[in-house]
């Protein structure tokens, strides 16, 4: 088991965000990384991304945020709204209450900026390797972990981080995590919104439908805009042409709400996603072993109605460094660093999972439940839509 070199410790599987945040931490402790991706090219998934106040504080001290901030954009509020009524429910103030309240902005961006920056640091750090098109089919753990890629090739490191993904194959079928799709369809999309109303164009907008919702937020300071539509269907994946008719004409959504209607007018074509049904983790050990730890999607599948997939991530990087840390130069630490690790996150995770699973929920109400929540959001908003316990970073700073 001794074919990995003494320095080269880390084997990771998947060059997105988590795996190339954790790498660059793990280089801050002079120990290298080897990041295997699946892809040929350098191109990441995605189209805008919501980085919020943890989110930043995990990532400041790679010293990318000067870089990131400057192409990305700060939103004014958070406004929510009913899609079938005039007006909006109720706002909360983004800019400059979040610095103030956590140290740190809420950005908006496209996830594709991020990654250029994390990757380009990467390439840069001569303690990490990056193969591309290299895919790794299965791992074994024993003394070392025994990669085997997708031509025959068995690889050795002391330890893995498994970074690839919620779709991937290791996450699907080596873990614990079990992936069905949900009952509801993904459209996204990104366009000029130039000539759209300064509500739309300032602001982080949710529209809450009967059985669909959609969000909308500024990626940089030219006017484009990150769109998602999430709709309840039933139907089988293979639909998407109906569907993108169907949103594409507000009148049979139903929409009465103006600024909706916009936006919506100036959509002409459509991205479909899928939706992705997750169990809730319950224990620490679905993620990490003795020699390996599931980081990023591929640890902690979450629905995508809270925003917080990518703060999960890049929180999960910076834990792990200030857990390794405290190894110093005993690698025999590391295994235990792992278990820290997942025992200190998992209540996160799962508050992250029930309560994402509960806003799709929300967001999609109808009948008396939907004047119910109607209700509470003109009423109590504020209480409601100030999420402290996301952005707070005392589960980290408290290590």
């Not at 801050?28 to 080897?34: A, E, S, V, W, Y």
């Not at 007006?87 to 400059?96: M, T, W």
């Not at 630490?333 to 309560?355: C, D, G, P, T, W």
Request: net charge positive; aromatic share 10%; hydrophobic share 40%.
């Amino acid at each position: 088991m001794g074919n990995y070199s003494k320095g080269e410790m880390f084997g990771a599987i998947g060059a997105g965000i988590a795996g190339l945040s954790a790498s660059l931490y793990i280089a801050k402790l002079g120990m290298k990384t080897h990041i295997f991706e699946k892809r040929c090219d350098t191109n990441a998934d995605g189209v805008g991304i919501q980085l919020t106040p943890n989110a930043l504080y995990s990532l400041a001290p790679l010293d990318i945020l000067d870089e990131l901030i400057d192409e990305s954009f700060f939103p004014e509020k958070l406004v929510v709204s009913d899609a079938h009524l005039p007006g909006e429910l109720n706002s909360i103030q983004l800019k400059g209450k979040m610095e103030h309240k956590f140290g740190f902005p809420y950005l908006t961006s496209s996830r594709n900026l991020l990654h250029k920056i994390l990757l380009k640091r990467a390439n840069e750090e001569s303690l990490i390797k990056i193969s591309f098109n290299s895919k790794i089919i299965s791992t074994k753990n024993k003394d070392a972990v025994i990669y085997k890629t997708d031509l025959g090739t068995n690889l050795y490191f002391k330890y893995v981080l498994v970074s690839n993904g919620i779709t991937s194959n290791l996450t699907c079928n080596d873990s614990n995590i079990k992936l069905s799709l949900a009952d509801a369809k993904v459209l996204r999309t990104c366009f000029s919104g130039k000539d759209l109303p300064q509500d739309i164009l300032k602001n982080i907008n949710l529209w809450m439908g009967k059985g669909f919702h959609v969000v909308s937020y500024p990626i940089n300071n030219k006017s484009d805009l990150n769109v998602v539509l999430v709709k309840k269907n039933s139907r089988t994946f293979g639909y998407e042409k109906k569907l993108e008719n169907e949103v594409l004409n507000p009148r049979l959504l139903s929409v009465r709400n103006q600024n909706l209607t916009h936006l919506l007018k100036d959509v002409t074509t459509w991205s479909a996603w899928p939706l992705y049904r997750t169990r809730i983790i319950t224990r620490a050990k679905e993620i990490y072993s003795r020699n390996s730890l599931y980081i990023g999607d591929a640890g902690h599948p979450l629905y995508p109605h809270l925003a917080q997939g990518a703060a999960l991530a890049l929180e999960d990087s910076y834990t792990l460094y200030k857990l390794l840390q405290r190894c110093g130069s005993d690698k025999l630490h590391i295994s235990k660093a792992f278990k820290n690790f997942a025992e200190l996150r998992i209540r996160r995770y799962q508050r992250m999972q029930v309560e994402s699973l509960l806003n799709g929920k929300i967001f999609q109400q109808q009948g008396l439940l939907r004047v119910i929540r109607n209700s509470l959001v003109k009423n109590f908003g504020s209480r409601l839509m100030e999420k402290d316990w996301i952005y707070e970073n005392k589960n980290i700073s408290r290590i």
